[in-house]
């Protein structure tokens, strides 16, 4: 999300190495990329079990028109319904924020201020949710006496946390800020508020701009406490060029500009942690894959990840850090070590494990 012309198609495109239309009636359309996330982890299993296929992780990003602006020239009008719809449906949002100066794209304002333009926008967010939040308090005061016993229990536990939510929104302070408990969290769940998502800011800095960009993004960040959130600076037009070269080109081209990581990388694994999120592997003669689960997931969770009947018919599962497998060079010489175990229900899946699931059928 972003507001007219921040590059925020070209953040897509570069994000996606995808070649959606940018500028004009480009930025008025919907734009949906899946990427599959690069893990150096899976590519060496690959080079070890020699599999038939190789399947890594996605995400999927999608890239949303920006807000209509107002006439008087201040803050954005109302973000559609259907805008709305898709955000609340997201897992987390990306934040496309302008921090380039190109005469050539003139800032609808006059003045680049990236900073003033992130609370813009954040802004919305606040509003859309006020709104939802104020209208379910209305409902909840007209019909929240009604129903069965359980029902009037749910609603009055519905009732106190969204006044406590309420003032929090009224003075600007998103959700995610207000470190709600599990039962809190849960109770409003279905809600999807924008301000509880966590947030991803990456502002578009020009070529110029390069060398300093890890200094702008600090500078927002210090200004930007929220939790859940995190700012990350790049240029997309020289990541989107990059994009279009092959490996060898694009590491040259990167020295050169002083660039240390592709922006892919660096946003897909900040994405991660904002999400809270792991990666651990399958690997076999078939197929090596990278699977994708909440950190504090257990083995049942896990297999359940795979597959539905794995989680039903769970026996044990026989684990292997990536790391230990890869150096000792098979499961039979992990074993050998003692570093391939046999883990129950309980057990805490940890970032980097290679899992077999043993299960009754």
Sequence with gaps: MGLAGVGKTTVFNTL??????????????????????????????????????????????????????????????DIPADQLARLRNADALLHAVRAFDDPAVPHPDGTVDAWRDLERLDLEFVLADLGVVEKRLERLVGSGRHGTQSEREQNERERVVLERILPALTAGTPIRDLELDSDESRIIRGFRFLTEKPVLVVLNVGEGQIAEAADIAAGVADRYPHRHSRVVALSARIEMEIGELDAAEADVFREDMGLTDPSLERVIRLSYELLGLISFFTAGPDETRAWTIPEGSNAVDAAGAIHSDLARGFIRAEVVLVEDLLSLGSMAEARRNGKLRSEGKTYRVRDGDVVEVLFNV
């Design 16 to 77: 996606t190495r995808g070649h959606a239309e940018t500028g004009g009636f480009g930025g008025m359309t919907v734009n949906t990329g899946v990427v599959k996330v690069p893990d150096e982890r899976l590519a060496r299993l690959t080079e070890l079990f020699k599999p038939k296929r190789e399947v890594p992780a996605d995400v999927t990003y999608v890239d949303l028109p920006a807000p209509p602006s107002a006439s008087d020239g201040g803050r954005p009008a």
